[in-house]
């Protein structure tokens, strides 16, 4: 047929042939009919299959030679309707029939695409014909339409039945035995492409079990057959993905998979060995812990004694099959330890390189899973890895030495190739030495508490290694020093920064000996031809500058021109010198700036090079650099050190070079913009000629959409320069630009221009240009709103600023303004900031001549909203807004003294007036309270009787805030108010509470030398009412004894000490609750003094009295969660006291009678609870002092506690989950039952709504600490956890809960503690 003769074939020829065919011949061939136009498939193809331009011309492959003849026209053309996807799919199924392999390559493709959408859905006949060919088709001649098939089995899965699936697994299986090389081949690609896309076990799905399950059986008997090894190796391969993937649902048949794979590791071949090995460690994360205590037997029997006559090969393939088991499932391995690891140090030191390897591969996964159950053998592991990983018997590292003050660069070049001949093919000890390095840094990582001994012993070791000859050992020595210096890096926070100095023997000491050491050593590594090396030396240095900030500073020549040697290197990839630039940029940050002046003239030039780099990330990092070094080397709070003549004017042309230029990347425009503004910041006075184009071209950026914001922030590094530079220029342009921003949605860029603004009034003041400022001011009414209280803040102190400058430019503005800030005044989530900004301002518009708004008005206004209300309304407003109005009183007092006295009249006649509203009242105390202080000596005399009297108002707030007021007045008259307010407690024993308020408000906010003539006063009324009945006066009395301590520390402290001793519980209990009163969130000088009594404190956790034990636990959580060096040295003698609090104590319960009912009732529980908080806050600031396995003892004990207990450790569970996976791993199989129960608990029929919802909230937060469980990766193996999985799945209302917990954890942000003090 003429058809068939014009057919392309591949080749020149197929190409003249088919030239001459289309001279002669339309493209689609009338010998064959087309479809028509509703019967033409719409798939991708779309096109005529039957025309020479089909689809398959248009993919590589079959098609190579006609990918270039045949133009894409004919996909693009789509039938304008079709029948159904079916009618499609068994149109490319037709073709895939073709005798033309061209024809079934391209149907096959176009099938590909369509089961890739998500959009199909087959039918049951269409399925089962897709199916069929498929099968058919990986039987087909050509590969490549193979290959393409199997490709289609992936997609297939999810689109097909189950039983679908399942006969494709079969006829893979099948062909699995098959005598052909190629088809074996093929279904071994299908059955791992069908694997990859079964939906694992988690999702609910039975599918993959249900397939496992098939092949498995398959699978086990290829492997045990011996003829032929390619089949063992392919079934050994898929059967390992196939554990890795989903081995809990195989659990039937993990007993029959354990003595298949066993029985292979005696196989000849060695690569059946290997995969074997990797197959058991899969199976043994998940098989049954009696299958995983038989497969430990197993292998710890089949070790032979190190003398005991055995093949080399099979000693390491047990090693290697350890190893991989300890790496997959090392937390199962534990018990086993102690018999397992002295056999494997044994095999260590046969002469066998790849044995050693195989065995210090072993104990790093031991010790990275195991670490309580190694710790009797970490001296031996450690001696081990020191020895061996100095074991290089091919080379003297000793002949360097001697010669290395002698070399020049070309003789060290030349060393370095002769290192190079060292390096013979079958050598393996480097192997060796890298497992010792790995095996270090796992066993620095392991035992934090070992770190001084190992910054004895390990610490010189690696820094001698640094001269490792082998490239990849070289980068695992670096990472194992790594390692030692970020477990050696101080806690995060002020606490420990302040509180706990380099102290002779501790880890930071003995780290800073260690620097000149480490620079020597990495001397000739920083100039080393590999960039891999020098890239491990700027990442070790870059750890060692942050751990020890100052450290590098006498050794700065030796680091600048390794960096310069660096910056120089074009020869390799540009990783290097950014790598250079940061290690630069950090070092700026981290050390002194006298340190780089003698280097400048060396170190500046390359880094100008890099500005100008071609390539963006390059200039973007030597900007930032460049940068660093401005703000470094001429910091503006300090006299310049060193002249910049010579610099700047080159740091200017090649910043200004950046700036011009428009065709630049994003990150290096912001930059040029941040770097240009730092250079004007700190040398504008040294620019010269080069200032006003530099200010233009940041008014030419503030118009540009894309830099605007960088255009911004740099003009604010140049208002608030105190090099007062003229920026007359562009602040009449630029004014009404920022104005414009201020309208836009980019909260980003709003702040960043109420900041510039700021700083523009604050430094020109009255140079801005009036009509400018008004424009500004016209957009401020609208950011002085509660939607973004930051913005708010922002705009207030933006607003101080201008009436400060140009009262006159207000006059617009101010009422709009004044009646925001005044609505914003009304809202109780009024943050401090913008309640002291609003008091600025306040002031502000008050305090300039004349006043902006008179005195008397803003008064009024400020208080109509409290005045305006009805007589008997209650106070109508949030408590915290009184509060806020009575600081704005206050302050508005403050800026103008003359009429104090006078608004302290008004305010005790407000208080008095028998017709004020209980608002009124209540903000006449509280501002009495602030401004009662600077007010005369005539209403302070009114003020005793008036406060007294409504401190027995019928209104809870009045007398409340009537109590705060005599307080604070007091502490601003205490000759006059102390011995009276002394006087009333003794007086007044009803009113002692409200009193007693007053006394503490008194104490707290008086000068602490003004309290010490009355201090033994206080100090004998306070003590003696400790023994008080009511616990809440006993709380207030130990504030005011903690107040009364912290003035007069030394004195009082041991006097409080020997209270403890003498008194009775309540005196002991509120002496402790004194004592935690003490612990401040700030450093004070009492800490010291106080630290050298805590052990006393402490010893009260041994009191007979349930309250005194619940108060130490109390101020020992608020020791541990504010100051935690406080406790830190002590916790060995306090934990195992802390610990013994955790227990149910059956002696503390009993029934109490509730008529016919009996009620039991645990005086222990609040004890627990308190016990149970401290654990908490142990976990967040003191985790390194902490023994995790007993650790975890109690809390286990508490998931089966009370609710409140259970609610607790819940949330302990999920943080010790993410802070250390490994101990939680090896006890997860225990964990799971309590949360379990929890799970399944029924509330009782008939119980109460509240029961109801506390059983949810403890399913939710035991759900929680599941999510938890599952985020540690080897945890979803266990066959417990599989289980349990399995139950939540099936179970309608835990599987909703589960997902709604995990959505939740997916979008809520990171909240890692938990306030618990």
Known sequence: ??????????????????????????????????????????????????????????????????????????????????????????????????????????????????????????????????????????????????????????????????????????????????????????????????????????????????????????????????????????????????????????????????????????????????????????????????????????????????????????????IQCLGSVGRQAGHRLGAHLDRLVPLVEEFCNLDDDELRESCLQAFEAFLRKCPKEMGPHVPNVTSLCLQYMKHDPNYNYDSDGDEEQMETEDSESSEQESEDEYSDDDDMSWKVRRAAAKCMAALISSRPDLLPTFHCTLAPALIRRFREREENVKADVFGAYIVLLRQTRPPKGWVEAVEEPTQTGSSLHMLREQVPLVIKALQRQLKDRSVRVRQGCFSLLTELAGILPGSLAEHMPVLVAGIVFSLADRSNSSTIRMDALAFLQGLLGTEPADAFHPHLPTLLPPVMACVSDPFYKIAAEALLVLQELVRALWPLDRPRTLDPEPYVGEMSAATLARLRATDLDQEVKERAISCMGHLVGHLGDRLGDDLQPSLLLLLDRLRNEITRLPAVKALTLVAVSPLQLDLQPILAESLPILASFLRKNQRALRLATLAALDALAQSQGLSLPPSAVRVVLAELPALVSESDMHVAQLAVDFLTTVTQAQPASLAEVSGPVLSELLQLLRSPLLPAGVLAAAQGFLQALVGTRPPCVDYAKLMGLLTAPVYDQAVDSGLGLHKQVFHSLARCVAALTAACPQEAAGTANRLVCDARSPNSSTGVKVLAFLSLAEVGQVAGPGPQRELKAVLLEALGSPSEDVRAAASYALGRVGAGNLPDFLPFLLGQIEAEPRRQYLLLQSLREALGAAQPDSLKPYAEDIWALLFQRCEGAEEGTRGVVAECIGKLVLANPPFLLPRLRKQLAAGQPNTRSTVITAVKFLILDQPHPIDPLLKSFIREFMESLQDPDLNVRRATLTFFNSAVHNKPSLVRDLLNDILPLLYRETKIRRDLIREVEMGPFKHTVDDGLDVRKAAFECMYSLLESCLGQLVICEFLNHVEDGLKDHYDIRMLTFIMLARLATLCPAPVLQRVDRLIEPLRATCIAKVKAGSVKQEFEKQDELKRSAMRAVAALLTIPEVGKSPIMADFSSQIRSNPELATLFESIQKDSASAPNTDSMELS
């Open 1 to 318: 047929m003429q058809a068939a003769a014009g057919r392309p074939r591949a080749g020149a020829d197929a190409q003249e042939g088919l030239r001459s065919l289309s001279r002669t011949t339309p493209l689609c061939l009338p010998q064959r009919r087309r479809p028509r136009p509703e019967q033409q498939p719409a798939g991708r193809g779309g096109g005529c299959y039957f025309c020479p331009v089909s689809a398959a011309g248009r993919r590589g492959g079959a098609g190579g030679a006609r990918a270039a003849i045949f133009p894409p026209a004919g996909r693009q053309r789509r039938a304008a309707t079709m029948s159904t996807a079916a009618f499609h799919i068994s149109s490319l199924l037709e073709k895939m029939t073709s005798s033309d392999k061209d024809f079934r390559f391209m149907a096959t493709s176009d099938l590909m695409s369509e089961l890739q959408k998500d959009s199909i859905q087959l039918d049951e006949d269409s399925e089962r014909k897709v199916v069929k060919m498929l099968l058919k088709l990986l039987e087909d001649k050509n590969g490549e339409v193979q290959n393409l098939a199997v490709k289609c089995l992936g997609p297939l899965v999810g689109k097909v039945k189950e039983y679908q699936v399942e006969t494709i697994v079969d006829a893979l299986c099948a062909n699995m035995r098959s005598e052909k090389e190629q088809l074996r081949d093929i279904a071994g690609i299908g059955l791992k492409t069908v694997l990859s896309e079964l939906p694992p076990a988690a999702t609910g799905s039975g599918l993959a079990a249900n397939v496992c399950r098939k092949i498995t059986g398959q699978l086990t008997s290829a492997i045990a057959q011996q003829e032929d090894v390619a089949v063992q190796l392919e079934a050994l391969d898929i059967l390992s993905d196939m554990l890795s993937r989903l081995g809990p649902p195989l659990g039937a048949f993990h007993a029959s998979l354990l003595h298949c794979l066993l029985s292979q590791l005696s196989s000849p071949r060695l690569a059946v060995r290997k995969r074997a090995v990797g197959a058991l460690g899969h199976l043994a994360a998940t098989c049954s812990t009696d299958l995983f205590v038989e497969l430990a037997d197993h292998l710890l029997d089949r070790l032979p004694g190190p003398r005991a006559p055995a093949s080399p090969a099979a000693i390491r393939t047990l």
